[in-house]
């Protein structure tokens, strides 16, 4: 019961932090704009890092907007961490491994809460009910032990490149080594509870049974409660770590680096605009010239005399 | 094994924390490739160093004076923290507010930017020089202050820092070893930009301290501001300068050459860089010429600040910005021109192009004159012969306009009709490399700042311009242009040229596009680029 009243808690921690600090960026004011070329939705100038505004008078021109070519720059860094493939190989087949080890666990945990929704229809999962069922017992069977070995690899040379690197090693803290030992951890649990429970499909599909219908969880082998509880502890640590990219970095991409809308008259941008030059400024140099109250508009179109501009 | 390790936690710490030695920086190609007969690198005198900043590598861009007490010192730390917080509010950072957040927040120290940054890599790898360096301060000081945890905690999650004038007067002068060319941040696999971070952090020095380089503040936005122009030119001056520059031009093409100004309704205002006027004033001609040619309506403004385009507040005050922009704004809108035409000038066309794009509404269109000058070329029946430019060209690419704008190939298609030798320099386009002048690096020059931005951040761009004329005959004997449209850049070219004799050893002369475009005129009868008078 501990163990289920925990992973609720874990669940709940990580949706309400990560979406928390999610809506924080989302809803902080538009920025000015700062986007950098390569704009890949800049269609049919984006191989070679060009925009509309290669255009004389481009703003009595159509704006096309090539969205799947987004997708074709964002799947190969998801997928294949091509930024670090290109800029920085030798850290790459650490950091493939790594990523792909958990992409591979969460793979897993769809199928398991897939294989869990089935039960509940009376369509058990295991290797003598046909077809389908045998492809989804066979695959929670070995994706953990694959996605494992591989993770265990991708920490262990992450690990060690962080420590013999001086590169590396001086813009470390502690978290780091501990963020890697605690992610190989959860492999290493993984793989030596895939290994050594024979019933290690049936045991993590009633442990999601149980978690859905807030039932009994049948006695699993101690490594799967160390697996288990290390996952929940970095459940609830990652919204506090930067490793919350696995999903800001929509906002890095598509909310800066590839921003470029322009403001047009009344447009949704122009409104906000509006309202954040009614911000009062209270930059304390002397050249601003605030008093706390006046607002942007107020500072931007006046300037403080020469008398003020004894500065440094 | 490195031996010259240098952490995080030594800005806190009294005393420089790197040298500079010529003999560690990469080096260059023939003739310039032994030290020994380049220009040295200025050390600064004792005294000077003692009063002044506390300086990372010896180098001094601001030279901020060591406050005279202990109180003064508790001053500076608490108005460096109070601007610090100021920096992640809304009210005070609303314009660069979210980016900043997502850069304190994720970076990895994965380390993978670090060798795309020239003046790190040009540096021989110098510590103080990385990317990450000045990005993770800053990043430790809001964990600590902005955003504090329990201090163990922050210690385990990202390490300490602590605040002490060592820390701000060895911060302030890092903010400027960084041209924000953004290099960095096309390679960062998660999106974090260090050259915003950099930005920044010069924000908090000027908005809330008051500390800038001179030539930015003092003689730059608020010299425009006042007088009306960063060159000390006002509306006057500037017309005077202009009417001697019509006549002298005008003898030369041998027809007349006449600015406009103050055009009500005209097609275009044209916005210089006015520093083009004093320096180099066959640029504005050049313009005036092929507008003319063009039979466009175009005017240039003698209102204060509507005769220069240039806006270093975009380089380290967003109230310095907005000021400027806001005038040229206000300047367009009374003319009632159709466009706004920003000269070769990258920071110019960025301030005004995108940046204060959200405080223009749409109310004047702009566009850089690449894209203009592509326009007058292939559409307005001029005729050309590009066989007078029958000399090496390359293209400079300047970060603002290609980075920050993606305006990368108007400029070429006119260069490789007009100029038949042109060749690019590599990388180029959209990642090409700064000159090593951005930032406002180009106008600074006080204590020994020349040396360091031409030995060091200018370094790779001369290297660049060196290996585009490589398949040409070494020496002076062929002229090798190096065409650079923008303001700020050409200054940085011309300084590079200078300090390393490069127009004797390799016969490299520099200048804009537009120049380029008149010399190819079938109607100029005479060289319009005479390398005899450059
Ligand atoms: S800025 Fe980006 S590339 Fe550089 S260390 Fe941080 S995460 Fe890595
Ligand atoms: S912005 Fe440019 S100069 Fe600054 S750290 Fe990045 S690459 Fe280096």
Known sequence: MILLILTYIAVIVFLYFNI????????????LRWELYPVPHEKGRAQYGGSILEEVDWWTKPREKDKI??????????????????????LWLGSFAFHWGLYILIGNMFLLILSTILGFFGFSINAEQGLIASIIFYLIKWL?????????????????????????????SASHYFNIILITLIYITALLWAVTDKNFVNNSISFYSALFTFGNISSLPLVAYIHIYTTLFFMIYLPFTHMTHFFSKYFTY????????????????????????NYPVTWAAPHIGSDGRKNWIAIASTFPGKENQNEN | MRTNIIKITDISKPGQLTEIDLQELAPLPPPYDDYRNLPGFKKLPKATMENLSDSPDGVLATGLSRPA????????????ISGLKKLFTKENNWTFLQPLILSMEHCAKCQTCNEECPIYEESGHNEVYRPTYRAEILRRLYFKYVKPTNPLMRKFMQGDIEVNWELISKLFELSYRCTLCRRCA????????????????????SSEMGLAPKELHEKGTVQQLIVGSSTGMNPEVVKDNMEFIDEDISERVGFKVETKWDVEGAEVLLIHNAGEILAWPDNPAAFAILLDAAGITWTMSSELVGYDGVNYGLFYDDVQLARIAMKHLEIAKKLKVKKIVMGECGHESKALGVIADRIFEGAVPR????????????????????????????????????????????????????????????????NNYCCGGG????????????????????????????????????????????????????????????????????????????????????????????????
Not at chain 1, 20 to 31: C, E, F, L, N, Q
Not at chain 2, 69 to 80: A, Q, T, V
Not at chain 2, 195 to 200: A, S
């Open chain 2, 186 to 205: 096309m390679s960062c696999p998660i999106g974090v930009d260090n050259g915003l971070i950099t930005h920044e952090l010069r924000k908090i020095f």
């Open chain 2, 69 to 80: 007490s202990k109180e003064e010192e508790e001053r500076l730390i608490n108005l460096f």
């Open chain 1, 69 to 90: 070519a987004e997708l074709k720059v964002m799947i190969p860094e998801i997928l294949f961490l091509k930024a670090i493939w290109e800029h920085n190989r030798p």
């Open chain 1, 144 to 172: 953990p032990i694959i996605g494992s070995v591989i993770g265990i690899i991708g920490g262990i040379r992450l690990f060690m490149q962080r420590i013999v690197d001086t590169d590396l090693r001086l813009y470390s």
């Open chain 1, 254 to 277: 598509h909310k800066v680096k590839w921003e470029d809308e322009p403001n047009l008259p009344k447009s949704k941008i122009a409104q906000k605009v509006s309202e954040y030059l």
């Open chain 2, 439 to 534: 930032s406002g690096f180009a106008i600074m020059s006080g204590h020994n700042f020349l040396d360091w931005r031409m030995h060091i951040s200018g370094r790779r761009k001369f290297r660049q311009i060196l290996e585009a004329f490589k398949d040409e005959p070494p020496g002076k004997e062929v002229p090798k242009y190096v065409c650079a449209p923008c303001s700020n850049c050409k200054g940085q070219i011309r300084d590079l040229i200078d300090f390393y004799g490069a127009k004797e050893k390799s016969g490299l002369y520099y200048g804009g596009l537009v120049e380029l475009v008149v010399n190819a005129m079938v109607d100029i009868k005479d060289k319009f680029i005479d390398f005899d008078m450059m």
């Open chain 1, 20 to 31: 928390r600090y999610g809506y924080k960026i989302a809803s902080a004011p538009v920025h």
């Open chain 2, 367 to 430: 566009e850089t004159a690449m894209t203009l000058i592509e326009d007058i070329v292939f559409n307005r029946g001029i005729k050309f012969d590009p066989s007078k430019n029958d000399f090496p060209v390359t293209l400079h690419d300047p970060c603002n306009i290609t980075r920050a704008m993606g305006v990368i190939e108007p400029q070429r298609r006119v260069l490789r009709y007009i100029a038949p030798k042109f060749r690019e320099m590599t990388p180029h386009g959209v």
